[in-house]
T-cell receptor
Framework: EAGVAQSPRYKIIEKRQSVAFWCNPI?????LYWYQQILGQGPKLLIQ????????DSQLPKDRFSAERLKGVDSTLKIQPAKLEDSAVYLC???????????????FGPGTRLLVL | ELKVEQNPLFLSMQEGKNYTIYCNYS?????LYWYRQDPGKSLESLFV?????AVKQEGRLMASLDTKARLSTLHITAAVHDLSATYFC??????????FGTGTSLTVIP
């Protein structure tokens, strides 16, 4: 089974530029998450999709961040314009609730390391 | 917002010793996860704890959950160098949103 794929793996931009990240979840996983992990901290949930609908985006800075999940599969996360404090690793994860069980395991992609200069 | 605190933040221990990492959370939840993250790598799921009193063990790691105390522990038995990593707990709220702890950076010294 292929894992969660993300690209690019690394990105360096200047402040006020735009950047986009792509995520391809595990096949069949309905739920997709984007997290921001700042160096030395735990991941912070930015947005959660269930199929192509948004479940939660309460911690997404909507003035500069946007995300979409067209057709309920791949997803893109965009930052426009970027600020210095956006430097972080952006992690994508997907999950599929086992039928009849509460348990839900998240599978994380390798992440995209963003450096804003 | 659900708050998740781990302690200690940093842990340096000798091989062969035992130690416990603690994870406290602020509101009711009946699902808690433990993850491992190696430097420069992504997160790997270790345990899912679903109910009060749940205990799971894998090798030298054992995790437990006390939902009444809002506390989970990750116990390390006879540590080896391969266990050096950062360990995160994550708690799920009623809206199925994951909240991660601050992480515990573990270094096992030969």
């Amino acid at each position: 089974e292929a894992g969660v794929a993300q690209s690019p793996r690394y990105k360096i931009i200047e402040k006020r530029q735009s950047v986009a990240f792509w995520c391809n979840p595990i096949s069949g996983h309905a739920t997709l998450y984007w997290y921001q992990q700042i160096l030395g901290q735990g991941p912070k949930l930015l947005i959660q999709f269930q199929n192509n609908g948004v479940v939660d985006d309460s911690q997404l800075p909507k003035d500069r961040f946007s995300a979409e999940r067209l057709k309920g599969v791949d997803s893109t996360l965009k930052i426009q314009p970027a600020k210095l404090e956006d430097s972080a690793v952006y992690l994508c994860a997907s999950s599929s609730r086992d039928r009849g069980l509460v348990q839900e395991t998240q599978y994380f992609g390798p992440g995209t390391r963003l450096l804003v200069l | 917002e659900l708050k998740v605190e781990q302690n200690p933040l940093f842990l340096s221990m000798q091989e062969g010793k035992n130690y416990t990492i603690y994870c406290n959370y602020s509101t009711t939840s009946d699902r808690l996860y433990w993850y491992r993250q190696d430097p420069g790598k992504s997160l790997e799921s270790l345990f899912v704890l679903l109910s009060n009193g749940a205990v799971k063990q894998e090798g030298r790691l054992m995790a437990s959950l006390d939902t009444k105390a809002r506390l989970s522990t990750l116990h390390i038995t006879a540590a080896v160098h391969d266990l050096s990593a950062t360990y995160f707990c994550a708690v799920v709220n009623t809206g199925n949103q994951f909240y991660f702890g601050t992480g515990t950076s573990l270094t096992v010294i030969p």
